[in-house]
């Protein structure tokens, strides 16, 4: 019942389509008796019947009459189809492109949460496969559903008002059928929701497979990824055979009880036929309606499959519709406030499922200042930068940018006021040009060059075939790490806004060029407060101050100058990387 209402509610816009074409397909299936109707009275009064000789030479316009009305209604059913099929995959069509719009939206929406527990490859299949399946039930499966059982009702009623006892006799058929289809639908529905389980296990292996191919050649494993896929395409064909199988242990039944209906018809009719008790063109009614009782014993099976497919998919896509995430962006900030850039961490604890990622993690940055912050791989660096523009909301304490809790603040105006470059590069397929003005598409052409000078991107740009205009394949693929970071750079500079985060940014540059950047950083000519994650002391050392972490916690705090006079983990660091060649000089701060 919830999925009807469901399916209900989203039809809003396109109900009186929907419900126009549920009521052709009552009146077009019901005309289906018109013909045998007619085709009893041409045989009664025609052929079989006792005057049938006479009749013929004194009754032809009748006869004529009867033979174009025959035409007549199957033109009417051939277009009344026509019209309701026409109507049931406008509001189908028009239900999917407004239910995928929202989930569209809704998965927009939601937080890093979700995305951390949901599978690509699974959610493309909600988004198309599953969408499709609940679009196809709306016009064709509550389409079959309707009609046969317009035609069942209407042929039964016909068949009654000709002969109650023949159709009685028929219908002692029924009862043993529907039981059949029922427990063939209990058993078969679980074997569904595992059906769709299996194909959505079967499309991430294949889009994590095609997104990573260029790990899966480097490291020569295209056999191994053939067979794990090989596994999965095993596991779904073999819960499709195994449902399909299923349904062969209750044709054999169904098949039974639907040829049973011509053999009872033959026995019974024949006798009621030779006693008198029915006419010839009766006999002939039935006859050409006995399919209308049959087949949608017959397709019961087929119905049902349908109809679980329909809610292992419906089931999945009311996830999507709705999950709530816990952090909300409600896109109501009024104008564009910037902000100072005054960030504090106030005893932040944070933790991703249940281990302890970060532990009564304190600091203060000024606006305008720049903060390094270094540690060991997994020690909590990225983490911390997330928490700023909530990606993740914090399990204990508080973030405070401008002196407010972050999660007070609007959503769209605190991340409107923060430029992020990720640790993991993301660039479109798009031109060069288009991502690096991705945040700011009215951002004009000298400035997207401007910031790509800053970025030390302008030069390996212009040698491309294209310039700017060039189009980067999808991540990026056609570029070098490098060239992916200083992209992402720019692009992060480009919004110009009193926040910038950058995440290992300019790890896989060589020395001169990330020398070029970070002068670059230092000489913005807007004010801003710059947090780089960095593990190279070449980066920290002129930042106003560092921050050393190590297993979520903060271990240090100082300028370049006091963590080395501290001798401590960035002591260490600066020795690993300086060793040789002017280091006593860099000890002292100096270039
Ligand atoms: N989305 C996530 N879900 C669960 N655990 C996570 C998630 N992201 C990170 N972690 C865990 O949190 C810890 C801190 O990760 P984080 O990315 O903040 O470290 P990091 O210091 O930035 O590391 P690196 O220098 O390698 O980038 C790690 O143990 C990591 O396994």
Redesign the pocket.
């Known amino acids: 019942m919830f999925e009807l209402k469901w399916l209900w509610q989203n039809l809003e816009g396109n109900r009186t389509r929907y419900i126009l074409a549920l009521c052709l397909s009552v009146v077009g299936s019901s005309l289906t008796i018109v013909n045998p109707y007619i085709s009893q009275r041409i045989v009664d009064t025609f052929i079989a019947g006792d005057n049938a000789q006479q009749n013929l030479t004194q009754e032809r316009g009748l006869l004529i009459a009867l033979c174009l009305g025959m035409i007549g209604f199957s033109l009417l059913r051939s277009g009344l189809a026509y019209l309701t099929m026409m109507q049931y995959e406008h509001s189908s069509q028009n239900m999917l492109y407004r239910i995928r719009i929202y989930l569209y939206n809704k998965i927009q929406g939601q937080d ?2 979700y995305y ?1 527990h949901n599978r690509t490859g699974d959610l493309m299949t909600k988004m198309t496969g599953d969408l499709d399946m609940v679009r196809h039930s709306m016009a064709w499966i509550i389409k079959t559903i309707i009609e046969s059982a317009t035609i069942f009702i209407a042929s039964v009623i016909y068949f009654f008002t000709i002969d109650a006892e023949l159709t009685l006799w028929l219908l002692i058929l029924s009862p043993p059928i529907f039981i059949v289809a029922y427990i063939f639908a209990k058993r078969v529905r679980p074997m569904y929701i595992d059906l769709r389980e299996r194909l959505s296990q079967l499309n991430s292996t294949t889009q994590e497979n095609i997104s990573g191919n260029r790990i899966v050649k480097a490291f020569a494993r295209e056999e191994y990824e053939i067979e794990k896929f090989a596994d999965k395409n095993a596991n779904y064909s073999k819960a499709n055979k195994t449902a399909a199988l299923v349904w062969l242990d209750y044709f054999p039944y169904l098949e039974t009880f639907a040829q049973a209906f011509n053999v009872i018809l033959m026995i019974a009719g024949g006798l009621f036929v030779m006693n008198g008790r029915i006419t010839f063109g009766e006999f002939a009614a039935f006859s050409s309606l006995i399919w209308a009782v049959s087949n949608p014993m017959r397709n019961i099976g087929i119905i049902i499959n349908d109809i679980q497919r329909f809610f292992a998919s419906l089931a999945k896509i009311v996830d999507i519709y709705y999950a709530r995430p816990n952090i909300i962006n409600e896109h109501k900030a009024i104008g564009n406030r910037r902000y100072e850039g005054r960030i504090e961490f106030d005893h932040v604890s944070f933790k ?2 249940s ?1 302890t ?2 532990d009564d993690v304190s600091f203060k940055v000024e606006p305008g200042e720049t903060v390094a912050i270094m ?10 930068v ?1 928490l700023i523009p909530r990606l993740y909301d914090v399990f204990e304490g508080h973030v405070l940018v401008d002196g407010v809790d972050v999660r007070q603040l609007e959503l769209d105006e605190l991340r409107g006021n923060i430029g992020v470059a990720t ?1 993991d590069v993301l660039l479109f397929s798009d031109t060069i040009d288009g991502n690096i003005s991705f945040g700011d598409p009215d951002l004009p052409e000298e400035d997207t060059v401007e910031y790509a000078r800053l970025a030390d991107a302008h030069e390996f740009i212009m040698k491309m075939s294209e310039g700017y205009d060039t189009i980067v394949g999808e991540r990026g693929v056609g570029l070098s790490g490098g060239q992916k970071q200083r992209i992402a750079l720019a692009r992060s500079m480009a919004v110009r806004r009193p926040i910038l985060i950058l ?2 940014t300019t790890s896989a540059v060589d020395l001169e060029t990330e020398q070029h950047i970070q002068k670059s950083l230092r000489e913005l000519d807007f004010t801003c407060t710059k947090i780089i ?1 960095a ?1 190279r002391v070449s980066t920290t050392a002129k930042a106003d101050r560092i921050l050393i ?1 190590e297993d ?1 916690r903060l271990i240090e705090e100082g300028t370049h100058a006091e963590l080395l006079a501290k001798r401590g983990y960035y002591y260490e660091v600066f020795m690993l990387q300086t060793e040789g060649i002017g280091r006593q000089v860099i000890a002292h701060g100096k270039e």
């Open positions: 890093m949460h951390d991703y499922d281990a990622v970060l540690g060991s791989t997994g020690s909590g660096k990225t983490t911390i997330n640790q995440d290992d994650i593990q972490m979520g």
